[in-house]
């Protein structure tokens, strides 16, 4: 973690959970990105951390964006980048948002069924879909389901309906799975990916672009490659199955982006055990499932933790937010070992918690309010 | 569901998600309680649903607060309820906080442990604290985790280190587990707490009341014994476990309060299939788990939901909301009959979501608003 965060940290000590976010890391990451894919537009997966400051310094070293919403597209727009760097990712769209994405200039729309495209061929004529197939996710520490997306066998009579209807058929969209630790995993997704560019040719229609998504994951405390190796096996996969005409592409970062660039400062509101005999402690921190650290649903992302009694021995602890809700427990199958000597009124920090917290925040369960989030 | 709420859908249509909660239904289900049980104090469980109205019309019904922090004592004192009526009922709080709710008044505390007698004992001298204890929670949709409260046999040491530190050892609390459909399951936590009441008076300290917690539910899909039943059941515990000498009794509904009190208004957004092939379909709407239906998470509470065409043909659909999160999906192992016939843009109403809707929403998921509520 930075050390402008802890800097900050000190010298600016304050009550209540907040995350600290540091813009070098996000501009780090970005160029990471831009050096492993160079061929390859950035499009910033907004969802993942919308904080003005974050879309401002992307917009500024050239970045596009992927947005799920109006409200995102306009969070865009506001930076001052155009609309011909927005996509509008969701699949799932309202007919009057996509007029209004329309009417903002927006013109690159995601689809997966007919229905979506009739929607769009109404209130967008013109613009540029793509289509978005399913992916099995294998691998991914936050797998997908079968939301978004169609089967691959469907997706030519979707692109060609929208030609059909006057829109531009531009190209398939996929996604790995989020926080995939497989650099290989897109191989398989772009060789089905290219087979639709050729069963879209013999259709006489040429596709032009793939959307290769997001997935690139933070460093929790499991170790992941680092992104030129998603880079080199990308490049090599679609060397793979493209040959020489390989397509524009699209990278959707989101987590990968400003993940590992913001760190959560908490402090531990109570340590207990339940009974006399129990071993394992209970400990209480004042953030939970509610209020930033909803992805630990599952146990699914674990973060790293650091405390000012690392050097003390530890031992495993069920770690626990601090509302009235049994729901609320971060690590219980899985205990988490921290120092015996934590104590009441210790603050920790709460590493790789710059994507997926403030946003997922409730708006305040329990009287807690959300997140507090500060950019520097 | 109530034509007062249906009256005011038709006459006020609006764009996007809203709850809608009746006034009329909370007073009625007020009168439930003290009817069922006229000796026991209510205390809403604020967290269920902290509109100011709601909160407002409670107080006005004579009806008493159990608040999880800070904020929401201040909002049950905005109505002009006095302290005496407020419980801070979270066993895990910060001392400063503590300290917070004793400056406004409140002198009745929730504690598990030792260490949080000893902050009650520093800041809030003199207070009123009850012990909770661990309940099994079987027979419950919503079953509790050990999080909150001690094995039985650790209270009368809690309770009793309460007494020695100059606090008022008070009184025993449980609960049985959300949306609980068993009318016995207060019986065997009642027996144990009769049970810490003797030990203590073996240690020469007499407890007076037992907080019996919520657990009251609402109607979804699946029917569930009425408040009468519960009275009854919980009566008759209260008599076989302490006799004659019945302790003061508080309940702290909330769902049952409120959660059949209020209706959301959605629209379809989508409805597709993943595959020329698929006898399923998915359905979107505009609101999920991230916007008010948090409580579907492992398809534990299931919404009863009307749509204009529930004359047509029914068959399983796969419920789904907006956001471009795969996890944003409400019913999928168990997928939700709906009409063929239900299309994009048809609004739906998905009843008995008065409580724990609108305060688990997120502040702006993928730039959606929170969920918008409206009590008349």
Redesign the interface.
């Known amino acids: 973690m930075t050390d402008r965060i802890l800097d900050y940290l000190r010298r600016t000590p304050a ?1 209540g959970p907040r995350l600290v976010v540091d813009l070098d890391v996000v501009e780090r990451n970005y160029s990471a990105f831009a050096h492993a894919l160079p061929d390859t537009r950035v499009f910033y ?3 993942a951390n ?1 904080a003005p400051e974050i879309l401002n310094l992307l917009a500024s070293l050239g970045s596009s964006f992927d ?6 597209i306009e ?1 865009v727009l506001a930076t001052g980048a155009g609309a011909d760097r927005v996509s509008f ?8 948002d996509i007029a209004r994405a329309f009417e903002l200039g927006v013109r690159l729309f995601a689809v ?2 007919v ?2 495209v009739e ?1 769009i061929a109404r209130v967008a004529p013109g613009s540029r879909v793509f289509c978005r197939i ?1 992916c099995d996710g294998a691998g991914a520490e ?10 691959p ?2 997706a030519p ?1 979707v692109l060609e309906q929208a030609q059909i209807l006057g829109l531009t058929a531009y190209g398939v969209s996929f996604h790995v799975g ?1 926080q995939q630790g497989n650099v290989q995993a897109w191989d398989s997704a772009l060789a089905t990916a290219a087979g639709i560019f050729r069963e879209m040719a013999e259709r006489g229609i040429t596709l032009s672009m793939v959307n290769m998504g997001g997935g690139f994951p933070a460093k929790y405390l499991r170790a992941m490659p680092g992104v030129p190796a998603y880079g080199e096996a990308i490049f090599n996969a679609l060397r793979t199955h493209f040959g020489n005409q390989l397509p524009e592409t699209i990278i959707e970062p989101g987590r990968g982006m400003v993940g590992d660039a913001g760190m959560i400062e908490a ?1 531990v ?8 005999t129990d071993e394992i402690r ?1 400990v ?1 921190l ?1 953030i939970g499932k ?1 209020h930033g650290l909803a992805e630990t ?1 599952d146990e699914a992302i674990r973060y790293p933790i650091r405390t000012n009694r690392d050097g003390d021995a530890k031992a495993p602890c069920v770690l ?1 937010g ?8 971060l690590y ?1 199958k899985t205990p988490y070992d921290l120092p015996v000597s934590l104590s ?2 210790d603050k920790v920090l709460i590493e790789a918690c710059g994507a997926y917290t ?13 997140l507090a989030s500060v950019v520097i």
């Open positions: 009550d997966a907004v969802k919308p947005c799920a919403s109006v409200v995102e969070q990712g969701n699949t799932i769209k309202k007919e009057r997966d069924c229905a979506e929607k399913l936050w797998p997908l389901s079968k939301k978004f997306g169609c089967a066998s469907m009579d989020s402090e509101v109570l340590v207990s055990k339940k009974a006399e209970w209480y004042d509610f649903m626990a601090p509302t009235c809700d049994s729901v609320d427990v219980e009441i009124g403030t946003t997922y925040s409730t708006i305040g369960f329990n009287g807690f309010p959300p």
